[in-house]
């Protein structure tokens, strides 16, 4: 039975200030952890927690980091908290370990200082009925943390903590031990914010204080709120991981053909190929995030036909070319949706990978003879990627693969496999400044209809 989302509670005169954001923030990780919510569906839109919209922006940016930072450092977080608690944290008590993972993520994650930290905490398990006996443990541990945990955690992997073992046993099987642990550690880092813009890269990407990546997005790390940058109340350019901007590229000229774009939204392929002059069908079966998109377009200027159904079903008069962008286990974006790892378990995947066949299956229907399909997930799962396409060419022998050339894309050569299909890695795309390193996960492959 799910429990109600706790609110937190009044301020009063006798509070100290952050006491607040904090409470949120502990409502928002209990909302990942124990009710299973995705952490931006606690920050946006209708499920977003009520309070936030009562808080400026810079406390509802706090809120964020401090959230997003216990997620995507709760294996080195509850290492360290268990070195310092004899039985674990009280089971009838939730909110114990809550403040406690806020507690230590502040101390040793965040610039917060160590007697906030410490006493804010000890106020979250106050506020609370079943916590309040402990508020004492939560005292004397975070002191402990302040004292021993940098050191005992220097001395741990932090990637493999942060891990799941049924993750890391799947990249290493994979990948190999040692790209397992690249992955690992890239989704340890934030990621940057990546754009792709309608022209003049170069100069977008001086405005936003950024670099143009070999690939050429604009990656910046310029902080604040996205609405307010530089060009993006002129349509100037839209949000989309590097790696996530590819596909779309892959059909080369699209001038005045028909692109039916599926799954589309929130849009970004759907824009690409919009401003590259195709003439582009959308669908999505999501109302909500097909409006999105249609927001999107209007603030880029841009047009495409916006189609409400379930692609699977879906049928219409087969397409130029069909660019399939499937639901996925999305383990290749844990850089920016640290949650994925604790959301998703092994048994999903087998789950999903069905349902990408079948959706794979409708797209090769909706693709004409002579036509261009590409098919991609950001899924670091080879059931969700290759074995998909295999299926696919197994059962369609009127589709084959058209391998991706090195230099079609500047900056891909190295990212296309031996089949001539794309792979993206979390730890591609180094760069000594680690704020501007790494990439979204990213599977394509493109087939062509005879």
């Not at 039975?1 to 100290?16: E, G, I, L, V």
């Not at 401090?66 to 909110?95: D, H, Q």
């Not at 040692?178 to 003049?200: Q, Y």
């Not at 495409?304 to 069909?322: I, K, N, R, S, T």
């Amino acid at each position: 039975m799910k429990t109600a989302r706790r609110q937190p509670a009044a301020a009063s005169h006798s509070d100290p200030p952050g006491l607040a954001t904090r409470s949120i923030a502990a409502d928002i990780v209990e909302g990942v952890l124990r009710r299973h919510r995705p952490l931006d569906e606690l920050f946006d839109g209708a499920g977003a927690h009520r309070a936030l919209a009562e808080l400026d922006e810079r406390d509802r940016a706090f809120v964020r980091a401090l959230a997003a930072t216990v997620i995507r450092r709760l294996g080195s977080l509850r290492y360290v908290l268990n070195l310092f608690l004899e039985r674990g944290p009280p089971k009838e008590a939730p909110r114990v370990e809550t403040a406690l993972l806020l507690g230590a993520t502040q101390i040793l994650f965040l610039n917060v200082p160590d007697h906030a930290a410490v006493d804010l905490a000890v106020r979250l398990a106050q506020h609370d009925r079943h916590a309040v006996h402990y508020a004492g443990l939560v005292n004397a541990v975070l002191r402990r943390v302040v004292r021993e945990g940098a050191e005992r955690l220097r001395a741990a992997d932090q990637a493999l903590l942060d891990t799941p073992q049924w993750l890391m046993q799947r990249w290493t099987t994979t990948y190999g031990a040692a790209t397992a642990h690249a992955i690992a550690v890239a989704n340890g880092r934030e990621a940057a914010l990546d754009v792709t813009v309608k022209s003049d890269a170069d100069v977008w990407a001086a405005r936003l204080d950024g670099q143009v990546l070999p690939t050429g997005s604009v990656r910046t790390i310029a902080g604040g709120v996205v609405t307010a940058l530089p060009g993006f109340s002129e349509g100037a350019w839209w949000v989309q991981d590097a790696a996530a901007a590819v596909p779309a590229r892959l059909f080369g000229d699209v001038t005045g053909r028909r692109v039916a774009d599926l799954c589309a939204a929130p849009g970004g392929k759907t824009a690409q190929l919009a401003a590259a002059g195709a003439r582009v069908t959308a669908v999505d079966r999501a109302p909500a995030r097909l409006n999105r998109l249609r927001d999107n377009l209007s603030r880029l200027s841009l047009e495409a036909e916006l189609v409400c159904a379930d692609v699977g079903e879906w049928q219409a008069e087969p397409f130029d070319a069909v660019l399939l962008d499937a639901p996925c286990s999305s383990t290749g974006t844990i850089r920016r949706h640290p949650d994925v790892p604790w959301l998703k378990q092994a048994a999903d995947i087998a789950k999903l990978a069905e349902f990408q066949g079948r959706l794979l299956a409708r797209a090769a229907a909706l693709t004409k003879e002579g036509g261009t399909l590409v098919y991609c997930t950001c899924s670091l799962e080879p059931e969700e990627g290759k074995d998909i396409v295999a299926g696919l060419l197994a059962r369609e022998t009127s589709f084959r693969r058209a391998p991706l050339g090195d230099s079609e894309i500047p900056g891909i050569g190295d990212l296309i496999d031996d089949d001539g299909d794309l792979r993206t890695l979390p730890c591609h795309f180094p760069n000594p400044n680690a704020r501007f390193a790494g990439l979204d996960g990213f599977f394509a492959a493109r087939l062509v209809k005879h």
